[in-house]
């Protein structure tokens, strides 16, 4: 074995090593083996091998702004969906979102020579790289189509499992028709914002979810997109809303940050601030939304800390704002214990961030540190699901009316 060969076959080794120390679990043994069999850094020739095997993920191509438009997944989120999928040999597989190729790749070796994969990508210059790179692994078999994935592919239907490797909107009626009886989707769902991983099922009323992970994707493109509005507060910006589902923004809501802001702390104290599942709960408030916090800003004293960097729950209204916020009471640099709390501005900042901290009190009373949520989902016109009264979150799109429950874990329970 040359040098080269055996750096790579070391670095892919220890990338499967360290993200089963990272998840706390070994991978699923089949993604394990399909991980270890296809060498990603063919699929991301542009970087140095150290990066190809690193956790993260790898930017691939820009827009005309610097925002990235495709990446090769991190690895961890690319064995997530594949072990949601469990995707068995002899299966045709349809792929929505070809990116780098190396999916598709880790697809087709699952699926065996008894077995399809389809992947079809919207940009065609991605399209393009995906060919090149399964050509020079020698993944002859995979079928690569440029095309919207939100129509899937009739002409390879119907399909064992669906996975969609970008941020979805909907479910795709395209999806649910291609889908073979038993068969199973894999998606990143956007619901208000909020993205989960969802793996579904069919049952007699639509899809019903068997797992519901957190992740986030770039947001898929083509007729099934739903661009999210970005709306930039302050110098700096200080802020930056990010809004979903077409929701109005007044212009008078530009100049919320000219006064102080409205501050108010719960009871709820944790390592980092993680709080799960608690933005279901805050998404069920009129005007929720993705707020971005300036570092800088901060620093500045400008405004207060955001709950979370990668940005905090929020909700607005009018010429108002609020959103969540965090400060360290204890614990140490490396695991700081963080009090979980809201800020707002504007006339009704007092409000809105009173009406933050009582879903965050109203999250910690039900859930009691636990809860598993599932998805399902319906088409629009037919008749309500029996316990959607009774739902934490409904949520009405074009293709599906989604129905958002939560139950405590049995840990969770008082006894």
């Not at 999928?85 to 990116?99: F, M, T």
């Not at 020079?136 to 002409?155: F, H, I, K, P, W």
Request: charged share 25%.
């Amino acid at each position: 074995m040359d040098e080269t060969r055996e750096d790579e076959v070391t670095l892919r080794s220890r990338m499967l090593d360290r993200l089963a120390e990272m998840r706390g679990r070994p991978l699923a043994e089949d993604v394990a083996g399909a991980m270890t069999a296809v060498p990603r850094h063919l699929f991301v020739p542009e970087v140095p091998l150290a990066e190809a095997y690193g956790l993260g993920a790898v930017v691939t191509h820009r827009d005309a702004q610097g925002v990235p438009t495709s990446s090769a997944s991190a690895p961890g989120t690319v064995a997530g969906m594949l072990e949601q999928a469990q995707v068995r040999p002899g299966q045709r597989v349809l792929e929505v979102g070809a990116g780098t190729g190396y999916n598709a790749a880790l697809l087709d070796h699952l699926v065996g020579p008894s077995g399809s994969v389809t992947t079809i990508e919207y940009d065609a210059d991605v399209a393009d790289a995906a060919r090149t790179h399964l050509a020079a692994y020698g993944a002859d078999r995979v079928r690569v189509v440029t095309g919207d994935g939100t129509l899937g592919s009739t002409e390879d239907a119907p399909f064992d499992r669906i996975l969609v490797t970008a941020g979805a909107w909907d479910v795709a009626q395209a999806w649910v028709e291609q889908l073979a009886p038993d068969g199973r989707v894999v998606l990143p769902l956007r619901l208000r914002g909020l993205t989960r991983v969802v793996a579904f099922e069919r049952t007699e009323t639509g899809l019903r979810s068997l797992s519901v992970e957190e992740d986030g994707f770039i947001p898929m493109k083509g007729i099934g997109a739903m661009p999210e509005k970005n709306v930039p507060l302050g110098p700096g910006p200080d802020l930056t809303l990010r809004i979903d589902d077409a929701q109005p923004v007044e212009r008078a809501l530009l100049d919320a940050l000219d006064g102080e802001p409205a501050v108010e702390w719960t009871d709820v104290v944790a390592p980092w601030a993680w709080t799960p599942e608690q933005d279901f709960w805050l998404a069920t408030l009129p005007g929720f939304c993705r707020v971005f916090v300036n570092a800088e800003a901060v620093a500045a004293g400008r405004i207060p800390r955001a709950k979370d960097p990668w940005g905090a729950w929020g909700v607005y209204s009018g010429e108002s704002l609020a959103y969540m916020a965090a400060r360290q009471i204890g614990g140490t640099d490396e695991m700081p214990m963080l009090q979980v709390g809201a800020c707002g501005f504007g006339p009704e900042g007092a409000d809105l961030t009173r009406r933050l901290t009582t879903r965050v009190q109203a999250w910690q009373e039900q859930t009691a540190g636990g809860v598993e949520v599932t998805i399902e989902a319906r088409p629009p016109a037919s008749a309500p699901l029996p316990d959607e009264d009774e739902a934490l979150l409904v949520v009405e799109k074009v293709d599906h009316v989604f129905v958002v429950t939560a139950v405590r874990t049995p840990t969770s329970v008082e006894v």
